[in-house]
T-cell receptor, first 115, second 114 residues
Framework: EADIYQTPRYLVIGTGKKITLECSQT?????MYWYQQDPGMELHLIHY???????EKGDLSSESTVSRIRTEHFPLTLESARPSHTSQYLC??????????????FGEGSWLTVV | AQSVTQLGSHVSVSEGALVLLRCNYS??????LFWYVQYPNQGLQLLLK??????LVKGINGFEAEFKKSETSFHLTKPSAHMSDAAEYFC????????????FGSGTRLQVQP
């Protein structure tokens, strides 16, 4: 079992609101990720972090921002939510080392609906 | 660039029947390949992974997958389907350099009929 937690699990907010999706892992993993998944669709990487104070944009352009001040914490923020941001956001983490074969562990996801 | 293609967005089998979910990869270097399962309203759970050791990989819940370089495939199989296997299954490839994040296929929804 992976120890990676996301809050909130479900959120409905109005257009223009600022929201932060929280993600925490207790495994001491250096690498953390945010993926976006529309219902029934594939996952797309939107943010990536190698470690503290290291973040990069992913493959899919996103208006969200992330920060990595602590190893265990990787929050995602939308300054002004829009209906197009409605989606599921999945946080994940993995160890460094062992090349590309490391397992990536996922949280249970945060379902965001912007009305 | 590495990518995976999952053939068939929906697969339906009868309980007790063989499960076969297809995944083909494209990679310029030896890939690392993964199968994840996603149950409704949940995150992804690792089923199994190939990391250049044995070509036949056994995973959880009775699933296994075989890496076939000549066919660039990594199909997921289970001899006998259970109702509890109904879920979305994702094949993924890991990049060999740079971010080493996973690139996912579009997913296959498995339905198990009683």
């Amino acid at each position: 079992e992976a120890d990676i937690y996301q809050t909130p699990r479900y959120l409905v907010i109005g257009t223009g609101k600022k929201i932060t999706l929280e993600c925490s892992q207790t495994m001491g993993h250096d690498k953390m990720y945010w993926y976006q998944q529309d219902p029934g669709m594939e996952l797309h990487l939107i943010h990536y972090s190698y470690g503290v104070n290291s973040t990069e944009k992913g493959d899919l352009s996103s208006e969200s921002t992330v920060s990595r001040i602590r190893t265990e914490h990787f929050p995602l923020t939308l300054e002004s939510a829009r209906p197009s941001h409605t989606s599921q956001y999945l946080c994940a983490s993995s160890e460094s080392g062992q090349g590309a074969g490391n397992t990536i562990y996922f949280g249970e996801g945060s379902w965001l609906t912007v009305v | 660039a590495q990518s995976v293609t999952q053939l068939g967005s929906h697969v339906s089998v009868s309980e007790g029947a063989l499960v076969l979910l297809r995944c083909n990869y494209s990679s310029s270097v030896p890939p690392y390949l993964f199968w994840y399962v996603q149950y409704p309203n949940q995150g992804l759970q690792l089923l199994l992974k190939y990391t250049s050791a044995a070509t036949l990989v056994k995973g959880i819940n009775g699933f296994e997958a075989e890496f076939k370089k000549s066919e660039t495939s990594f199909h997921l199989t289970k001899p006998s389907a259970h109702m509890s296997d109904a879920a979305e299954y994702f094949c993924a490839v890991s990049r060999s350099a740079g971010r080493r994040a996973l690139t996912f296929g579009s997913g296959t929804r498995l339905q198990v009929q009683p």
